[in-house]
């Protein structure tokens, strides 16, 4: 247990919804980490936010978004849904920025717009 | 941009023999390299990271891996397989300053252990 939670675990809707992903970090932890697994496109980075604020931007799409809260909580939210958002969302935490540390992953939440 | 290559898409070893996954990066300057396991529908767990220390890294379950500037290689191995190191294998990498921290990752191998 990596100490990265997320919820839902599963989550299946239809094509032009929205849903939303939640994360809550590791205790202590301020850097979340947002990655997308897909068959096609492999582990892809998505955002970071670092303390409240957005850090870095991967390969996210504009229909995609997402916001560290002050309790450090992340959440990222999905809209407009394709049947090519299917996928497993990854949640990563770390202590900070600083060289060398390590990401601890949650166990990943599944999407599947049908 | 940097990435990393991971060779086989799917090694298979019998148990007890040497487990050998090979990771090669692209980078203008030595970066960061980290190893991770995923089983099935689970996260991602780090095995082990580089970060400009020793280049022969110790990881967790007996792994290790060697970084190699002159190969730009990060070889993952383990000398006796066992059927519980059945999973997928990522390899990752992230810039070794400042102002970037997010891993790329190289599209994985998965170890099938043979009893």
């Known amino acids: 247990d990596s100490g990265v939670t997320q919820t839902p675990k599963h989550l299946i809707t239809a094509t032009g919804q929205r849903v939303t992903l939640r994360c809550s970090p590791r205790s202590g932890d301020l850097s979340v980490y947002w990655y997308q697994q897909s068959l096609d496109q492999g582990l892809q980075f998505l955002i970071q936010?670092?303390?409240?604020?957005?850090?870095a931007k991967g390969n996210i799409l504009e229909r995609f978004s997402a916001q560290q809260f002050p309790d450090l909580h992340s959440e990222l939210n999905l809209s407009s849904l394709e049947l090519g958002d299917s996928a497993l969302y990854f949640c990563a935490s770390s202590v900070g920025e600083g060289v060398g540390l390590e990401q601890y992953f949650g166990p990943g939440t599944r999407l599947t717009v049908t | 941009a940097q990435s990393v290559t991971q060779l086989g898409s799917h090694v298979s070893v019998s148990e007890g023999a040497l487990v050998l996954l090979r990771c090669n990066y692209s980078?203008?300057?030595?970066?960061?390299l980290f190893w991770y396991v995923q089983y099935p529908n689970q996260g991602l767990q780090l095995l082990l990271k580089y970060t400009s220390a020793a280049t022969l890294v110790k990881g967790i379950n007996d792994f290790e891996a060697e970084f190699k500037k002159s190969e730009t290689s990060f070889h993952l191995t383990k000398p006796s397989a066992h059927m519980s190191d059945a999973a997928e294998y990522f390899c990752?990498?992230?810039?070794?300053?400042?102002?970037?921290?997010?891993?790329?990752f190289g599209k994985g191998t998965k170890l099938s252990v043979i009893p």
């Open positions: 936010y670092y303390n409240g604020e957005e850090r």
């Open positions: 990752a990498v992230r810039p070794s300053g400042a102002g970037s921290y997010q891993l790329t």
């Open positions: 980078s203008s300057v030595p970066p960061y």
